[in-house]
């Protein structure tokens, strides 16, 4: 029985039995703040084929956005299409739009042509979230300066070029859409017992970025804000070296223990979506405390 019959027998003052059914009917249905929706929308996230990036896209499908991966690799970027649609259909949700797309983020040409075909596939960008990224480290007295431009291209440049072209793309076409640099807890803190200064210096740089956008394109209605994440398990930071440094990041964190990629979809979803409107230049740390 929909909940509009068995509300309507309870208006007209039918039986205890009747109220029952009311409760379990509206009960049943699961209560989410329409705000939370990305229905209609189109979000584009870069380094998007495994990891933080692929469980970002997937938060936005699910809640009814349709996506372009954008990653390194077109055959990767397919792959991770091919596992969010397969998990919308476990999820009894329709096939949604999303399409894979090949860009090395640090290159400008390709980050240009990159977006400008995504908004040609979809009509339009509501949200960007610039997650490519390179890890890395080295002694600060050591550090090869190719490795450390390598970084900078990558993480700063990168994450630039497509924040930059999502907010021209805004602006000229009046979205006032969201736009989330993947920065790092490592922006904010010096991580031990790592070395990792150009890193570091990366996701500050990434930070300060969001900041100075935010300020700028806030009168045009764009929100820009960062996500930093503390340490996540990856299949990336897997291996021996990752599990003894594992055991000294876990004595530091209040909750004992390293984040999983799934715990970042409810965070996302509310940065991109409505339900935070007022929200901009905004930092937000999941690090565990």
Known sequence: MPPYVAYSLLLRGQSVIS????????HSVPRTLPCFSLEGKTCVVTGASQGLGSQILAAFVL????GAVVDLKLSSANKAVDELKAEAKRAGLTAPEIRGYECDVS???????????????FG???VMVTNAGITGGSPAETYDLDDWKQMLDVNVNGTFMFAQAAGKHMIDNKIKGSIILV???????????????????????AG????SLASEWGEHGIRV???SPGYIQTAANEGDEMEELSKEWVKMIPLHRIATPEEFRGTVVFMASDASSYMTGADIIVDGG
């Open 124 to 126: 339009k960008v509501d």
């Open 19 to 26: 109220r029952n059914i009311f409760k379990r009917y509206t």
């Open 225 to 227: 804000n960062a996500l």
């Open 208 to 211: 300060h970025m969001m900041r």
């Open 183 to 205: 920065s790092s807890m490592s922006g904010s803190i010096v991580n031990r017992p790592q070395k990792q200064s150009a890193y570091n210096v990366s996701k500050a740089a």
């Open 63 to 66: 809640s009814g956005a349709r």
């Open 107 to 121: 290159s400008k040409d390709g980050a240009t042509n990159t977006f400008d075909q995504i908004v040609k596939d």
